[in-house]
């Protein structure tokens, strides 16, 4: 797998939604490493992508654990009281 995708903030995070549904439909074909950035809550559909495709991944085994995307979910935390991504 050589596809990373860095989401960053809830924009970040809708766009990965909907390039997972096109992985999903197959128009994306390529598997992908997602990186989630936020310092609020994830949005529920990529926690349900992030298990789905983990539990995926432990149902292929080794063999085909490349040909399924993951998603990892980070969360950062602020240093004041706005929170934002660019201020950590």
């Not at 598997?31 to 983990?54: E, I, R």
């Not at 995307?69 to 706005?82: D, E, F, G, V």
Request: charged share 15%; with cysteine.
């Amino acid at each position: 797998m050589n596809r990373v995708i860095v989401a960053i903030g809830g924009t970040g995070q809708m766009v990965l939604h909907y390039y997972a549904q096109l992985f999903l439909v197959g128009l994306v074909r390529r598997p992908f490493h997602a990186l989630v950035f936020d310092t609020d809550d994830f949005s529920p559909s990529l926690k349900f992508l992030s298990a789905l495709f983990s539990d995926v991944s432990v149902c292929t085994g080794a063999s085909g654990a490349g040909d399924v995307p993951s998603i990892s979910l980070h969360t950062l935390k602020a240093r004041n009281k706005q929170g934002l991504v660019s201020d950590i």
